[in-house]
């Protein structure tokens, strides 16, 4: 999937670079205000509207090239890139979806809101001893709904390690006895500064050898890069969304080019020129004007 995706990229990137070598004709659709000022009779033909063009393009890319002629090879370019962004759009879209069904269904499994108030509530009567301490139960602010906060925060913020599942069972509680076990590593109750009190650590019950509180939990680690997956696939969600805009006015772009390409070239083809010739007149050579008409 990744190598179509990049594919896709160098497509876009392709119409990129093949519409900015078309704008330079632009400058050369100029000529068209000096073939309707310079010509000598009036010419009446029906011209394509640019703006109905864009706007045709602005609504599906390509659609305004193929209004001017159904020969314009961008009027087939832009719908295949159009459809191909739109596909690659909810593919990651449902991917992202899929993967967040995945973790939340892996954090009800796997985590307890009731082992997460169990073990603050017990840091919170052991620092007891520090007033002014930020362990309280305004520092735990758990959600009891499974909200996006609460998924958020259960991965995010290292306070509410508590909850899951395996921490809980390797520094709080003996699993085969379910006594409780828990050793808090403290910082700071020295300083004379009660506020300087920090929780930085637990002592693991079967060898007691001391792990920071970032760590300590494969449960909420593996948690962690599930919601990374998912925000991946948002992020290149986002990602072909602009570039789904950016195929709308390129489109756009080109199919003001496309018709001024158009209303040019159908008055080369079709206008009437005046021209001098020279003609046999009572046996003598004599100028006439005459009109040329080309279509």
């Known amino acids: 999937m990744k190598a179509k995706f990049m594919l896709l990229i160098l497509s876009v990137l392709l119409s990129f670079f093949i519409n900015s070598n078309l704008m330079a004709q632009i400058l050369e659709d100029l000529d068209d205000e000096i073939i309707y000022k310079t010509d000598i009779i009036e010419i009446q033909h029906e011209q394509k509207s640019a703006a109905k063009a864009m706007a045709l393009s602005a609504l ?89 906060h609460f998924y958020e925060d259960i991965g995010k913020y290292n306070k509410y390690i508590f909850g899951w599942e395996d921490w809980y069972y390797t520094y709080f509680r003996e699993p085969s006895s379910n006594e409780l076990r828990v050793q808090w590593i403290i910082s700071g109750e020295n300083t004379g500064n009660p506020a300087d009190v920090t929780w930085i650590g637990n002592k693991r019950i079967s060898d007691g050898q001391v792990v920071t509180t970032d760590k300590g939990s494969s449960h909420r680690d593996e948690y962690v ?26 489109s756009m772009i080109d199919a003001n080019r496309v018709t001024k390409k158009y209303n040019r070239e159908y008055i080369k083809t079709t206008s009437l020129q005046p021209q001098l010739k020279t003609a046999l007149v009572n046996n003598n050579i004599t100028p006439v004007l005459g009109l040329n008409f080309n279509f």
Do not use: C
């Open 60 to 148: 599906f890319p390509g659609t305004g090239q193929f209004y001017i002629s159904k020969k314009n090879l961008t009027a087939y370019i832009f719908p295949i890139i159009e459809i191909s962004l739109w596909y690659t759009f909810f593919s990651f879209d449902k991917k992202g979806n899929d993967v967040t069904t995945d973790y939340k269904k892996f954090a009800n499994d796997y985590y307890s809101r009731q082992r997460q108030h169990e073990a603050e509530t017990h840091l919170i009567d052991y620092l007891a001893i520090y007033p002014g301490n930020i362990y309280t139960t305004e520092h735990f602010r758990l959600e009891d709904k499974n909200t996006q």
């Open 225 to 250: 890069k599930m919601r990374q997956e998912a925000e991946d696939h948002y992020a290149n969600r986002r990602t072909m969304n602009f570039l789904i805009l950016m195929n709308h006015a390129i």
